[in-house]
């Protein structure tokens, strides 16, 4: 499975951005579907998580700011990103876990959040 990530930019600090990750095969029955953060110099951190049936998880630092969703009919997952603050600035990849234990990484999105 390929995964081709797009949207980041540079956004002041309150905007929005909207974050695309497509993949090279029908997602609809993928186990996992996931963004996750690497700021400057730290480790890459979960975002939010989308299973199969829709159900979402997201990281306290996000949570009520970024909504992941899914569009099984593009085989594309989305994360709306809003209220954006500079320590959002980083990288973001998607992962999609096909089954547990297979997964793949897309290659990354540069958000950047200026103050």
């Known amino acids: 499975v390929q995964l081709q990530a797009c949207g980041g930019g540079l956004v002041q600090a309150g905007g929005s951005l909207r974050l695309t990750c497509t993949a090279s095969?029908?997602?609809?029955?993928?186990?996992?579907l996931t963004w996750y953060h690497q700021a400057p110099g730290k480790q890459r951190e979960l975002v939010a998580t989308?299973?199969?049936?829709?159900?979402?998880v997201y990281g306290v630092a996000v949570e009520g700011r970024f909504t992941i969703s899914k569009d099984n009919t593009r085989n594309e997952v989305y994360l709306d990103m809003n209220s954006l603050k500079p320590e959002d600035t980083g990288v973001y990849y998607c992962?999609?876990?096909?089954?547990?234990?297979?997964?793949?990484w897309g290659q990354g999105t540069q958000v950047t959040v200026s103050s």
């Open positions: 095969r029908n997602i609809a029955n993928f186990a996992l």
């Open positions: 989308m299973t199969n049936g829709g159900m979402a």
């Open positions: 992962k999609a876990e096909v089954i547990r234990g297979e997964y793949y």
